[in-house]
């Protein structure tokens, strides 16, 4: 049997996510440590094959959410300390054992489940305790009201020998509100150890991700939780690289006269003769919707502009003044080198959203190919 061709695939690139790796270390304040963040498998990229890339920079701290990230990244060889970055229901918990996934505990009702599993023998490592100081309101107990500061001594009378650690998640990283939850993550930590025998010399501090890092500030922190700046979503600049591109093919080409509707709902008429080019990519591989009447592909070292709706599985773009394009021809949705490309400022202004959640899409929607 033959390989399938792709109607369309990603592009990792192996090499630039070990770059960005290396740039995010020179970056660690003295004395913090470095915890790589694999949720959505990675970013789209695939635990399998990134986990290897972060073993060879001697990474030993692995994020995720799911079950299944904890077991690829296992599976993957990685025998480091391995935490979940949300809270959990108690069947993954139970189910995530075996993985030695270090959980976080925001409220007595897990605390107690924690408890019973430590206790009876089940789990092997200890908790961390997650706290609101950065204000996601997501699953962090918050210690602001009386009733928070209560159930969190009910949480340390229940489970403080078993604590580990003590972690929060910054809702934003512009300067005002980062300092201010630090402060707070801060203040909140050592009243924590103040209201129960835990040393925080003895604890694994945890707060900041690729922003926090790149912000330069100074916060309380033992580990900085980083996945954006390893996969070079964040800022073009300093060194670091987008690690995805998104590729699709010419599979037509065809000329269409003047007042021809392009796509569904006759939404785009030509007002001249036009030479287009139907790409082998549509909604159903993440070439979003949203990105109608904004989108343009790379054929050829030339950006051809999409026209019309996108279709599940094609687009038009008007390639009328490309010379030599042929149907096999790869069409570059993201990525490219140098001024020759799709850049991430372009794929953001096109589609609407943040890179994360393109290459998160992108890479689970399309076969994945490594360079
Ligand atoms: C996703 C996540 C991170 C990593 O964030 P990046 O911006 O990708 O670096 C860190 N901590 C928690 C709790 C997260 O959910």
Known sequence: MSEPVPSSWCEIHLDRISDNLDLALGL???GTTFCAVMKADAYGHGIARVVPVLLDRGVTRIGITSNAEA???RDAGFTGRLFRLRAATPEETEAALADRVEEQVGSILAARQMRA???????????HLALNAGSMSRDGLDLATDEGRRECR???????AHIIGICTHFSSNDPHPLRHGADLFADQVTWVCANSG???????VHAGSSLT????????????RCGA??????NDGQGFRPTMELKSRVVHIGDYPKGAAVGYDRECLLSRDRRLACISIGYAAGYSRIAQDRGAVLIRGHLAPVLGKVSMNSIVADMTGIADVQVGDEATVFGGEDALRVAPSDAVAQFLTILPDLFADWGI???????
């Open 28 to 30: 660690l304040p003295e």
């Open 71 to 73: 077991r690829a990244v």
């Open 117 to 127: 599993l430590i206790e009876g023998g089940r789990a092997q490592v200890g908790v």
């Open 154 to 160: 009910a949480i340390l009378a229940e489970l403080a």
């Open 198 to 204: 835990l040393n925080r010399a003895d604890l694994l």
């Open 213 to 224: 890092l790149l912000s330069g500030q100074r916060i309380e922190t033992d580990m900085y």
């Open 229 to 234: 700046i390893l996969y070079g979503v964040l």
């Open 365 to 371: 929607r399309n076969p994945r190919v490594y360079l």
